[in-house]
C-alpha cells in the first residue's frame, strides 16, 4: 500500500530539511511542497502578497494528483496550513496519508528566515502564516527544537508508533493484523489471559510473524491503550454479545475523549446503537462494522461496512479502504453505509442472504446426488458449468468441497449433517417480523438449518417414514436446474435488498443500495456476478428488485423451470426449503388476488378487527355481523 507522509508547518520551520532526511530513511522519493505552485503563486509571493485560498487550489491540487502517481509511497512537504487544505488534499488523494506538522515559535523561525538565501518566501510573510495555521488535532505533532538529526530520531520514534490497535486475536483478528503489516500500517494487538483457555496469544502472534512484521503486543490492556497515539483508533474483534460489552467496560475507563473504537464483530445493530449512545456521554467514538469475507477476506481484502459517526468513520477512511478489497474499478469495498447500527445491520443482512445461498447450494446438491443419483464428480463439473455464468464465491468453493478426499473416501461424506449457526440469519428474520416484511427464502434457511440439529429425532423418524423413491422423472428435467437455480438466487437477493430498503425508511438511514451492492461484489461471502449486475440496477432504482424492467423478463422465462424443479423434487420427498419459499414468494408476489380476503374476514368473525372492501374508498374500516 502507498503511505504518504506530509510534512506540513509555515515556511522555515524546516519541512525540506527534515524531509529529505526522513526519505532517505524510508528509502522513498522525496518532493518538496513548493516545487508545485504555478508561476502565478511564485510571482505573487516574490511580490510580497500573501496567497488566496483560490491560488492555493490548483497547488493542493498538482500535489494530489502527483501523490497518487507514486506507487511505492513518498514524503512530501506541504505548508497545508488549514484544515480544509488538508482536507482537499485528503479528498483527492488515493493514497493513506500520514501527516507530520512541525512547529516552533515566531521568534525562532523569523530568525532562522532572516538567514535563508534566494527563496521566494519573504521573510515579512511569516506573520500571515502563523495567523491562519490551524494545527491539526491528529496527525504526528515534532517540535523542532533540537538538531536535525535528533529531530528525525523523534520523529522515527512516532512513526513507529502503532497507528491502530486490534483487542481480541482469534481468526479473524489475527488475519487482520496481518493484512494491515501487509499494507504498511503499524499494529498494536491484545488478547486478555485465561489460565488454561486463552495463554500467551499476542506473544505467540509476535514469535510466529516476527520474521516479517514488528507487531507491538500485549496482554495487559492498560499498557496497550497506552501503547497508542492519542487519539486512539481500537478495533474490536471479539464474540458478539456480553462479549463485547465486557470488553468495553474494561476498556471504556482507560480511553479519552475522541478516542475510536471499531466493532468488527457480529453485534446486534440494537446493541451498537446502546453502546454508541452509552460511549457518546464520554465524547468517545464509535463504529459498528461489518466485516464480511471470513479468514481468506480478513487476510487478503474483506468487504467493509462501517456505520455509526461519520466523523470518526472520515478519520479511518483511508486506513479501512488499504486493508478493503477492491471492486473491478479498483475501489475500496468499504463505505460508510449511515448513522447508529446502520453498518452492523447491513452485514446481518448479508448474512442472511448468505444463509439462503448456501441452502439455496445445498439443497440443489442434495436434491441432485440422492434423487436425480447424480454422483458428486458430475454435481462438480455441473456447478462448474453453471459458474461461467454465475461466478458465485460460494459456488466456486462448493466446488472445491465436492472433489475433496480423505483416504479416497469423500470428505463431505464424512461430515455430520447438523449445520451451525452465530445468530445473524435468525436476527435478520426478527427484523424482518418487526419490520412487517416477507423474508421467506432466508427464514426457510435458518429454519433449515434449526431442524438440522434435530439429528437423532430425524433418525428415527427416517426409520418411521421410510419409502421408497419413485424415480419417473421428466427426462428433460436437467434443463430446468440451472434456471431454477439462477431464479431463486435472484428471488433470495431481492428479499434481502427489499429488507434494506424497509430498514432504511423506518430508521432514516437513507441507505444507497447500489453502493451496498457495490461493497458486496468483493471480499465478501456472496460476491457474484449477479452482485454486480445489481450495482447498476440500483443505480437506477431501488424499487424491488422482482419489478424492475431488466430483472422480469428472466423471471417470466424461469418462473416454469423452478416449479418443476420445486414440485418434482416434492414427488420424490426431496426437502427443498429455499427453492419452495422462492416460488411461493413470487406466486405471492405477482398475484393481484390473494387470500388475505378470507383471514381479514376470519379476523372480523372472531374479534371484531374489520377489514376495507374494494367498492369502497382506501382506509375505511367495516364490521359485520357474520352469523
Known sequence: MRSIYILMGVSGVGKTTLGKALASKLNLNFYDGDDFHPQENILKMKNGKPLTDGDREGWLKNISDKMNECPNGAVFTCSALKEKYRRFIEENSE????????YESFDVIHERMKNRQDHFFKPEMLKSQFDILEQPKYGLHIKVNASPEET?????????????????????????????????????????????????????????????????????????????????????????????????????????KDDLIMDGGNSHFKDTERRISELKKKGILYLGIGISGGEEGARKGPSIMPGGSMKAYERVKKLLDAIAANDVKGVGCCTYISSGGSGHFVKMVHNGIEYGEMQLIAEFYHFMRFYLQFEPRQIAKLFKEWNKELNSYLLEITIDILQKKENKELLLDLILDVAGQKGTGGWSTQSALELGVPLDTITSAVMARN????????????????????????????????????????????????????????????????EIARVWTNGCIIRSGLMESLVKIFRRSSDHLLINPGIIPEIKDNRQSLSIIVSEAIKLNCPIPVSSAAINYLNNFVSAQSSANIIQA?????????YERTDRVRGQFYHTKWK
Open 602 to 610: 376470519q379476523r372480523d368473525y372472531f374479534g371484531t378487527h374489520t
Open 95 to 102: 493514497t493513506l496519508i500520514h501527516w507530520i506538522f512541525l
Open 152 to 256: 528525525l530520531k523523534n520523529l522515527m520514534r512516532k512513526i513507529e508508533m502503532p497507528q491502530i490497535g486490534i483487542i481480541g486475536l482469534g481468526v479473524m483478528g489475527k488475519n487482520l493484523a496481518l493484512n494491515m503489516a501487509e499494507k504498511g500500517i503499524q499494529v498494536s494487538v491484545y488478547n486478555r489471559e485465561v489460565e488454561g483457555e486463552e495463554e500467551g496469544i499476542a506473544e505467540n502472534f509476535y514469535k510466529e510473524n516476527q520474521e516479517y512484521f514488528d507487531f507491538h503486543h500485549f496482554s495487559n490492556l492498560t499498557e496497550f491503550v497506552n501503547s497508542l497515539p492519542v487519539p486512539r483508533n481500537l478495533i474490536l474483534m471479539v464474540k458478539a454479545g456480553n462479549a463485547v460489552d465486557s470488553v468495553m467496560n474494561e476498556l471504556s475507563p482507560l480511553l479519552e
Open 451 to 514: 431442524i438440522s440439529a434435530y439429528k437423532g429425532r430425524r433418525n428415527s423418524a427416517h426409520k418411521a417414514y421410510r419409502t421408497s423413491h419413485d424415480n419417473s422423472l421428466e427426462t428433460s428435467i436437467n434443463e430446468y436446474l440451472l434456471p431454477a437455480f439462477r431464479t431463486t438466487q435472484i428471488i433470495n437477493h431481492a428479499i434481502g435488498f427489499d429488507l434494506l430498503e424497509k430498514a432504511s425508511a423506518e430508521y432514516n438511514w437513507n441507505l444507497n443500495l447500489s
